[in-house]
C-alpha cells in the first residue's frame, strides 16, 4: 500500500481504465446512457456495467484475444450473464475504430435474438 493509503498504480491497470472510460465516453455519446463503470478503486477491473451484456475493455501491448475472452467470460459468469464481449484497444486509432470480439456461440445467440425469424420455430418449414 502506497503511503496515501491506497494501492499501488499500475500502468497497464490504469491504461485499461483510461481505454474504458473512452469506450463509456463513446457509448454515452452514440445514446448507451446504461453504461457505467462496473467498480471504483482497486475494484475497478475496466469493466462496463449497466448493459445486458458483460463488457471488459482490454488494452493490451500484444493482442490476446484468448486471455481476453476468458476474463470477459469469467466476469459474465460472476455477474450470471450469458452475452459478453470484449473492446480492444487500437494503437493510433480513436476509439470509435476499436475491435468488439465474442466467441462464436455468444455471437449465435446475439443473432437469434436480435432476429428471431432465423430460426424458425420446431414444427415449421425451413
Do not use: C
Amino acid at each position: 500500500m502506497s503511503d496515501t493509503g491506497t494501492e499501488p498504480r499500475s500502468g497497464n491497470r490504469w491504461r485499461a481504465i483510461a481505454f474504458r472510460d473512452s469506450v463509456l465516453a463513446f457509448l454515452h455519446e452514440s445514446g448507451v446512457h446504461a453504461a457505467h463503470r462496473s467498480g471504483t478503486g482497486f475494484d475497478d477491473d475496466a469493466s462496463i456495467a449497466g448493459l445486458p451484456w458483460t463488457v471488459h475493455a482490454h488494452r493490451q501491448r500484444t493482442l490476446s484475444l484468448s486471455l481476453s475472452q476468458d476474463h470477459a467470460a469469467a466476469r459474465a459468469a460472476e455477474a450470471g450473464s450469458e452475452l459478453y464481449a470484449s473492446v480492444h484497444y487500437r494503437k493510433s486509432h480513436p476509439v470509435e475504430l476499436a475491435y468488439v470480439t465474442m466467441p462464436l456461440d455468444v455471437f449465435a445467440t446475439v443473432l437469434v435474438r436480435l432476429h428471431p425469424e432465423l430460426s424458425p420455430t420446431p414444427g415449421s418449414a425451413a
